[in-house]
């Protein structure tokens, strides 16, 4: 298991973490995201981590690591699919995630991204149309 | 790694498949889909084999059971992503997945199977049509 695959969809990609993660896997996932964001000019990341039945601080990190390097990319990254016993212990190790938005299932995670990034299309177009109007 | 996960996206399932698969992992993930199918009341069955660098008699068998179980339960299956090198060993060992349909890629996956899944909708119109001429 050299790299995790990352699948298109439209703008957006799907990463689904079905293995134990160590460091260079994270490394490799990483490279190769931020690298198919830009290539594919892709809006929306959506994490499942349905199969993940602990997920400790190098994991949320790395998730927060995503979150934060595809928002430079202008990609807006979902985690889906936590375990209920994965979210208890979660917080009771103090880690809450922060920055990093959450849905129940691909599903609904896909239904998030496609909402919200209308919702910047419909700010971009009315912008545009105010730039217009000034000119 | 107890299990494989199935997401649901829509009247599809999509499978990724990254691990080495042995014997049981592939009976339970049989299981999972034909329950899910039953389940979720899904069309179609997307199976993405991107990850792997090598498909054996076992795999192919697997991915051959699979498709034929979803027809029985009137579910469609398209593998997706097989790495050009699998393809070129596939055919030299002389496998050439009957049965099984093929895409490059998840996206044109998803639109092979939303295409016949129409076309299949189409006919049934017809029919019903017919039939209620005939009424």
Do not use: C
Not at 106 to 130: C, H, I, P
């Amino acid at each position: 298991m050299d790299r995790i695959p990352i699948l298109q969809m439209g703008n957006l990609l799907l990463v689904t973490i079905q293995v134990d993660m160590h460091d260079r896997l994270a490394m490799t996932l990483q490279d190769d995201l931020t690298a198919k964001i830009s290539q594919t000019h892709a809006r929306g990341v959506l994490i499942d981590i349905s199969s993940l039945e602990m997920v400790d601080s190098f994991i949320g990190r790395m998730l927060a690591n995503i979150a934060a390097m595809s928002r430079v990319l202008d990609a807006q990254t979902v985690v889906v699919g936590m375990q209920p016993a994965v979210a208890i212990t979660l917080v009771e190790l103090g880690m809450s995630l922060p920055g990093v938005r959450m849905a129940l299932n691909v599903e609904k995670g896909m239904a998030l991204l496609r909402a919200s990034l209308t919702e910047d299309n419909v700010v971009e177009v009315e912008e545009s149309d105010d730039a217009s109007r000034q000119d």
